[in-house]
């Protein structure tokens, strides 16, 4: 910080920081303790009411349904719907329609309605000219009454439906419908309709939700968003069609999501909000208020505190002006006072009026003075002395230096032989190790290319068959040809199909190829079944043609051609990584600078040469991402990795669970390897990086191959860390850095 230009304004300032810290720590704090706890509790309550609103709705609904399910066993329903199908509308006995009357104004619902087993509507308590009509109609056949009666039949439970257009009622409902039994069977069904101004009152309760809180639900008909209640502050979005891009809330909570969170609502104000999924009406659920409202306990305090700050502050600076005038004015005349002294002849004394601590300083300065004047010559004399002891010290760093040039010329000679017997050694445990790996990956290369030879075998026999092919294919017409153009191309293609699901595909062509005279039902569907999903029917002319066998049997060429060219292309593919990763491994490069490396494709490089060690009985995890490369020497951290994994494979005598992991950040690269071998006791843990240490039998290990890991590891910078227990396994984590040291 630069320095202020007097003594007064610095104290001034340090007593207003000084005095300022508290004031100003408490009162960011107490308004960050207050917010907190006000934003939380106002959070917590927001939810409870959400939760509240969303309790009773769906206690509402499961009362929907247990006064739907009640009416449906009632005897004077069964009665009414039994009264026969002379009459389309039974009139019912005073009794019985005092008792549904009763029962829709009791319950609060818009109407009661009863459709017998053929659709027709015999009943309805406040819409009569729906009665006489059939649910199958054009009018009703497309309404959510006609799917809840269908879905209630079929499930044999009452059913509730989502809020829908319904044209009689010439706005939106819904409806619970229940079958109603007799003996057993279904003789139709009862239909409550629900009072939308009984679910608005239930919904638009906004107790706790200040001036500015409200409800919104809505639900989805036909792909679009509509709000099925009437909002706080605009009642005529009720039953409208609504943009979802104003309601984004109301929209996540429909797809099934809940939560709590800030949001600008559909006026635009920045509200706290609680979204919520209603499953037995198919609604979304937001219950929200303004953050102006909610939050205004808030700035109150704060406007509070403010006040508070700024008259602290007034009171600071007056006592910081009182502190100054008294102290510092004496201090400044005697900085003065120093500045004038002359340098070549000390003053006796310095003369200033002062009290308390600064009169003492100022004694102190003037015996300082004439302690000054004492020593000066003492000090003259030591100048002297230390000038003819400084040039003898110089004569002997001179001769020191000249010994330190040789011994270093000595050091670089040195440094150069251990660096060419560092990489002899390395290319020699490189060698050895590569030696171990020749007879598995001759068995590698082998077996793609047994693979391909049999492939091969069976293109050559299915081209044998070309001749008569083409013989057959010319006898055909013209529609038949295209036909068997088609089956030759999806043969091509291929099928994705799982067994299951080829299974399933046989057992359907057969199952209807069966009924087809001529048709060879068995083989046809065996070898359809091995393409993709065709339509049969368009195929069945070939497929009862005199000659449908030998067609088939040239499709089924056709199939073994495109799985003979898939297996070339898979074993050659094979084959030529594990000549990649062995040519890569195999080179030597005497690279003197690092080059960026992908860890990954370091890695994968040995485990293809280590697959046919490792395929037989280890159960290898590699859990390996692709991340951006690091600067290495590419060939020796694949001398790292190839002697950890063959010491991993070792210690578990090739049997086990392998697991090799890859992690990166901003600073370093981690690969974890971990085996389930014998481990490593722990009175030689520490000594398995020293050279020529060992514990594997003689002629098996050189006790050179974790010394080299360290020194390569510690040529880029990184570590290698090791964890064991005996008869648990080991781990070692090797760590790289990710960007080159500056």
Known sequence: ?????????????????????????????????????????????????ADAAHGRIESYVRTLITDTTTLAKSPKVAELLRAGNVMLQPEPSPATAEFLRAYREEKGYFDVMLVDQAGNIRLSLTQPSVVGQSIHGERLHDTQLARMIEAANTLLQTEVSNFAHFPPSNGHAAFLAAPVFDGGIIIGNVVLQVDNRELDAIINRF???GESGEVLVGTVENGRLIITA????????????????????????????????????????DTLAVWRYLPSLNWGMVVKIDTAELYAPIRRFEAISLVVLLASVLLVLIGAL?????????????????????????????????????????????????????????????????????????????????????????????????????????????????????AGIAHEINTPLGSIASSIDTIIAAAQQQTAFLQLYAGLPAAERTLVTALLDAAGTGSSLSLKEKRALKKDYETRLAVQPGAD????????????????????????????????????????????????????????????ALKNFARFSNQGSKAPTRLRDSIDTVLTLYHNQIKQSVDLHADLPELPPIPAY?????QVWMNLIHNALQAMDYSGRLDISLEQDDARAVV??????????????????????????????????????????DKHGGAIRVESAVGRGSTFEVTLPVTEAA
Request: hydrophobic share 40%; aromatic share 4%; charged share 25%.
């Open 634 to 638: 590419a060939d020796e951290l694949g």
């Open 322 to 438: 009182l502190s100054n005038r008294l102290v510092s004015r004496p201090i400044v005349r005697f900085a003065q006072a120093v500045k004038a002294l002359d340098e070549e002849s000390l003053p006796p004394a310095v003369d200033i009026e002062a009290r308390h601590e600064i009169h003492d300083l100022v004694a102190a300065f003037n015996t300082l003075i004439a302690s000054v004047r004492s020593h000066q010559h003492q000090l003259e004399a030591r100048v002297l002395q230390r000038t003819a002891e400084l040039a003898q010290a110089n004569a002997g760093l001179e001769k020191a230096n000249l010994d330190l040039q040789e011994s270093n010329a000595e050091l670089a000679v040195t440094l150069d032989e251990l660096k060419r017997t560092h990489s002899q050694l390395v290319e020699s445990e490189k060698l050895a190790t590569l030696g171990q790996l020749i």
């Open 230 to 269: 009437p909002p706080r502050h605009d009642p005529s979005l009720q039953n409208r069609l609504v943009d979802p891009a104003r309601f984004p809330l109301l929209h996540t909570a429909l797809e099934g999501s809940q939560g709590t969170g800030r949001h600008a609502d559909y006026r635009g104000e």
């Open 207 to 209: 107790g706790g939700l």
């Open 672 to 713: 974890r390897i971990r085996d389930s071998g014998c481990g490593i006791p722990d009175d030689i843990r520490d000594r398995i990086f020293q050279p020529f240490f060992t514990t594997k039998p003689a002629g098996e290990g050189s006790g050179l191959g974790l010394d080299i890991v360290r020194k390569i590891l």
């Open 1 to 49: 910080m630069k320095r202020l230009n007097s003594i007064a304004a610095e104290l001034g300032l340090l007593f207003l920081l000084v005095a300022l810290a508290p004031i100003l720590t408490a009162y960011f704090v107490a308004n960050d303790i207050f917010g907190d706890a006000i934003r939380k509790e106002k959070r917590e309550a927001l939810t409870a009411i």
């Open 521 to 580: 039902a068995r083989k046809a569907a065996e070898i359809l079944s091995h393409l993709p999903p065709l339509e049969l029917d368009r195929y069945l002319p070939l497929l009862t043609h005199p000659q449908s066998a030998l067609i088939l049997d040239h499709i089924k060429h056709g199939i073994n051609i495109h799985r003979a060219s898939q297996n070339i292309k898979i074993a050659s593919e094979k084959a030529r990584k594990v000549v990649f």
